[in-house]
Structure formats: structure tokens, C-alpha cells
């Protein structure tokens, strides 16, 4: 079966300071692969989606980058962090082909910029 | 664009009460339907799906929704509420002519049950 992992859980990190959280996932080939941010009480912002290694479409600008080196993987960084960046990330995976797939979410990233 | 509109962004039932959480959406075309469960500190998960067929889809944990063309609706139900439901639920669609599955998100219904 496939399953998706996210790391890590939680991250405390100051103002300025560089970002990287990574998300693989396991049992399947090519999927599409999504970013997302949840603000506190607030509902999801696709942040990036990608449908092939290298290949990475952005949906708001902002202040945060991505990429996919492998298959499986999915990683979200900054250079420099904002307050602004707090939130909940959460990875998500779909099967590609057919668009009536549903996403399957990893268990997410609690981001706290101080 | 599409949308999806879920009335009450917090609902409050009685432990063994139904639970009725509302979601419609804006296009002409039905799209693809989901429905998720956010539970504290968690992601999502799927609690069911509309993509054709029978249009009343039963998912996991007792919930069902039924699709209604005529009232671009995909309301989630179930018949008696239980402690552990106490969560948020988020509506969803694809736009059947989009692209990479990529989900329209509503803004949630956050769902309290009192004992």
C-alpha cells in the first residue's frame, strides 16, 4: 500500500533563518505531488504541485521555493524565513492519469517563526 | 471560477444526534467530489468520493453524502453522532475539465459533539 511521510512533525525557527521540509512517498510510481498551507483557523492554500521530477508549478507567489529531485520526494524551502510563514504544511500525493483522483495528505509540518 | 461553499463553519450536535454538514459548488459541470476529516494536528483524510455511478457514496466511519445535481450539492451526513467525530471536515472538488487533480478546497465545518 502507499503511504507518505513528512518531517518534521514540528519546527520552531527564527525570523531570516533558511527552510527545508521533505516529503517522500512509498508504493507508488510518478504521482502528482502538492504543497499545502493551513493558517491557524483557516482553510488550505495549494501552495505547489508537481506532476514529474523537475517539474514544479507555483500557485501564489511568495516567499517559498520547490522541488523534486526524485520520483518520491518533495521538498519545500526558503531562504529566509517570514513571520508570515507560520502555518501548518501539509504533502500531499495523487495518482496521475485520470483527474478524478483524490489526494492522500502525509500527517503535516507544525512551522512556528519566531 | 469554481467554488465550493460549506454553510457553518462550526456545527454543535448531541452525542448520538445526526450530523448534517452542508457543501455546494458553483459550476455548471458537476465536478469530481470529496470529502476530508482533519482531526487535531493531523492531515487530511478521505472520507469519501463522488467521480460517477450512484450518486449516495457511503465512506468510512459511518458517514455517507449524497450527490444532488439539481441542487449542486454534496452534503455529508451521518445518522448518529459519536464523540470521536469531533473534528473538521473540509468539502472538495475537481473541476472535471482541470488538470493533475488538483483540489478546490472549501473552508472547512468544524463539528463539536456534546455528550
Known amino acids: 500500500s502507499q503511504t507518505i511521510h513528512q518531517w518534521p512533525a514540528t519546527l520552531v525557527q527564527p525570523v531570516g533563518s533558511p527552510l527545508s521540509l521533505e516529503c517522500t512517498v512509498e508504493g507508488t510510481s510518478n504521482p502528482n505531488l502538492y504543497w499545502y498551507r493551513q493558517a491557524a483557523g483557516r482553510g488550505l492554500q495549494l501552495l505547489f504541485y508537481?506532476?514529474?521530477?523537475?517539474?514544479i508549478s507555483s500557485e501564489v507567489p511568495q516567499n517559498l521555493s520547490a522541488s523534486r529531485p526524485q520520483d518520491r520526494q518533495f521538498i519545500l524551502s526558503s531562504k529566509k524565513l517570514l513571520l508570515s510563514d507560520s502555518g501548518f504544511y501539509l504533502c500531499?500525493?495523487?495518482?496521475?492519469?485520470?483527474?478524478?483522483?483524490?489526494?492522500?495528505f502525509g500527517d503535516g509540518t507544525r512551522l512556528s517563526i519566531l | 471560477a469554481q467554488s465550493v461553499t460549506q454553510l457553518g463553519s462550526h456545527v454543535s450536535v448531541s452525542e448520538g444526534a445526526l450530523v448534517l454538514l452542508r457543501c455546494n459548488y458553483s459550476?455548471?459541470?458537476?465536478?469530481?467530489l470529496f470529502w476530508y476529516v482533519q482531526y487535531p494536528n493531523q492531515g487530511l483524510q478521505l472520507l469519501l468520493k463522488?467521480?460517477?455511478?450512484?450518486?449516495l457514496v457511503k465512506g468510512i466511519n459511518g458517514f455517507e453524502a449524497e450527490f444532488k445535481k439539481s441542487e449542486t450539492s454534496f452534503h455529508l451526513t451521518k445518522p448518529s453522532a459519536h464523540m470521536s467525530d469531533a473534528a473538521e471536515y473540509f468539502c472538495a472538488v475537481i473541476p472535471v475539465s482541470g488538470g493533475y487533480n488538483k483540489l478546490i478546497f472549501g473552508a472547512g465545518t468544524r463539528l463539536a459533539v456534546h455528550p
Open positions: 500531499a500525493w495523487s495518482g496521475a492519469g485520470a483527474n478524478n483522483q483524490p489526494q492522500h
Open positions: 459550476s455548471s459541470v458537476p465536478p469530481y
Open positions: 508537481s506532476v514529474g521530477i523537475g517539474q
Open positions: 463522488y467521480t460517477t455511478g450512484a450518486t
